[in-house]
């Protein structure tokens, strides 16, 4: 994507590349949209690079990304929501979310907690972006009813491989053969 800059509408939350930290940007800043994808954007501001969530958009005049559950009604977590919450998160380098890529390898929800529990890889142990989609899991996972809390662990046994793809994915970043 071409660089845009824009003028942030209001505050917006806003996590570092590649740490993950939360911060903030106030209303009225300029920002340089440097890559849209997955439905986040990764942006800069004052020399920092940011990722903005989707979830987040119209902070920067955007379509915001609105993740719709299905009906709950109980107090407990649904599993199928924080799989769907997960399925919304996208590499930041390859346009495929983390659960066709195979990089979760466990979901497992304490109702009396109110949390969710997330095993999950990388597709190398060096992957400079592990943080960043650490904090994606999380954010995006916490928006689903009833979690009040979300734990993801990084794990590197089993090492990933290209086989934990799904197909379509594997299709979608040519490396089905």
Same mark, same amino acid.
């Given at each position: 994507?071409q660089?845009?800059?824009?003028?942030?509408?209001?505050?917006?939350?806003?996590?570092?590349?590649?740490?993950?930290?939360?911060?903030?940007?106030?209303?009225?800043?300029?920002?340089?949209?440097?890559?849209?994808?997955?439905?986040?954007?990764?942006?800069?501001?004052?020399?920092?690079?940011l990722?903005?969530?989707?979830?987040?958009?119209?902070?920067?005049?955007?379509?915001?990304? &609105? $993740? @719709?559950?299905?009906?709950?009604?109980?107090?407990? =977590? !649904?599993?199928?929501? /924080?799989? #769907?919450?997960?399925?919304?998160v996208?590499?930041?380098?390859?346009?495929?979310?983390?659960?066709?890529?195979?990089?979760?390898y466990?979901?497992?929800?304490?109702?009396?907690?109110?949390?969710?529990?997330?095993?999950? &890889? $990388? @597709?190398?142990?060096?992957?400079?972006?592990?943080? =960043? !989609?650490?904090?994606? /899991?999380? #954010?995006?996972?916490?928006?689903?009813?009833?979690?009040?809390?979300?734990?993801v662990?990084?794990v590197?046994?089993?090492?990933?491989?290209?086989?934990?793809?799904?197909?379509?994915?594997?299709l979608?970043?040519?490396?089905?053969?």
């Open positions: 994507m660089q845009n800059m824009v003028v942030t509408q209001h505050e917006c939350p806003a996590r570092r590349v590649p740490s993950g930290q939360l911060t903030s940007i106030p209303a009225g800043q300029f920002i340089s949209i440097k890559q849209d994808l997955g439905g986040n954007y990764t942006i800069t501001w004052q020399g920092n690079m990722r903005i969530d989707g979830t987040d958009a119209a902070a920067i005049g955007r379509e915001p990304d &609105t $993740l @719709t559950f299905s009906e709950n009604t109980g107090d407990d =977590i !649904l599993e199928d929501h /924080v799989w #769907y919450a997960i399925k919304s996208f590499d930041p380098e390859i346009p495929v979310n983390l659960v066709d890529l195979g990089l979760i466990q979901v497992e929800i304490d109702q009396q907690k109110k949390a969710a529990n997330i095993q999950m &890889t $990388l @597709t190398a142990p060096g992957c400079g972006m592990g943080p =960043i !989609l650490v904090s994606d /899991v999380e #954010y995006r996972v916490a928006l689903a009813p009833n979690v009040e809390s979300v734990n662990e990084l590197f046994d089993p090492p990933w491989h290209k086989d934990m793809m799904s197909e379509e994915a594997q979608e970043t040519g490396l089905f053969f």
